[in-house]
């Protein structure tokens, strides 16, 4: 029941037109479940769009752990002006090393439905993605993920927690 759930999710929430669910005995092995066009759930339910075989942790340079998010408002998935040197620093080591692979995650806070902060966080996640490539970032090296309201930073239930919530991140 929870594997049609999430398959549910990923074919009635993300932002592509979908005709078709499936999983491969590849994803299964994994944990993920996959459409055939690189769109997967993992198991905590997350999207996961592009090439799902990056690491779970920071592994990029160490003059850019301390500046890998990018902060939200509400409801929103436009990028502040202030977050645009992270992103071109981003940017700048990314094509200066095209073997390395980022993966961008989309957050929100708790409020909204699950369904609609999994979108909102796809959308996050995309709206970073896209500028990093309008920066000159080759797109087989973005892989985007949303986590929606799953996984807070602060788990307080006040606007300063939520304000930490509503992010991107880039790992690589």
Known sequence: MANKYLIAVLCGVTMMSLTA????SDSEASGLVTDGDGVA??????????????SDGWNGPSELKNQ????????????QDQYIGVMQSHAKYLRSNPD??????????????PEYNIALGERR????????????????QLSIVSYGEEKPVDPSHNEAAWSQNRRAVLNY
């Open 21 to 24: 669910c499936s999983t491969s």
């Open 100 to 113: 390395a692979r980022v993966i961008i995650e989309g957050h929100t806070d708790e409020r909204g439905t």
């Open 41 to 54: 759930l993992d198991s905590d339910g997350a999207v996961l769009v592009g090439d799902t075989s990056g």
């Open 68 to 79: 890998n998010t990018i902060y939200f408002n509400y409801d929103s998935d436009q990028i």
């Open 125 to 140: 996640a995309r709206s970073v993605a896209a500028y990093m490539k309008n920066l000159g970032v080759d797109v087989n």
